[in-house]
């Protein structure tokens, strides 16, 4: 499958498993992690609506969140 191309399955569909993804999920590493770990493929998340400093801090729970995962 190409990135970005969804897959609904049917009853008499072959191809790809679906992929499996979660929302809302917290910007927490080890949720992170717990999901990989049962072969979630895809994890997302809603990001408050507002100005700049409102969505800046999401995004650096983000940011700090995904660094821990990886280590980087």
Same mark, same amino acid.
């Given at each position: ?11 008499? *569909?072959?191809?790809?498993? %679906? ?5 809302? @999920?917290? $910007?927490?590493?080890?949720?992170? =992690? #717990? ?7 895809? *994890?997302?998340?809603?990001? %408050? ?5 409102? @969505?800046? $801090?999401?995004?650096?729970?983000? =940011? #700090? ?8």
């Amino acid at each position: 499958m190409e990135f970005g191309v969804g897959y609904f399955p049917t009853h008499d *569909a072959v191809g790809p498993p %679906p992929q499996i993804q979660v929302i809302s @999920v917290p $910007p927490d590493p080890k949720a992170l =992690e #717990r999901l990989d770990a049962i072969g979630v493929d895809r *994890a997302l998340a809603w990001l %408050p609506s507002g100005p700049w400093s409102v @969505v800046e $801090p999401a995004l650096e729970n983000w =940011e #700090r969140a995904i660094g821990e995962l990886t280590g980087s």
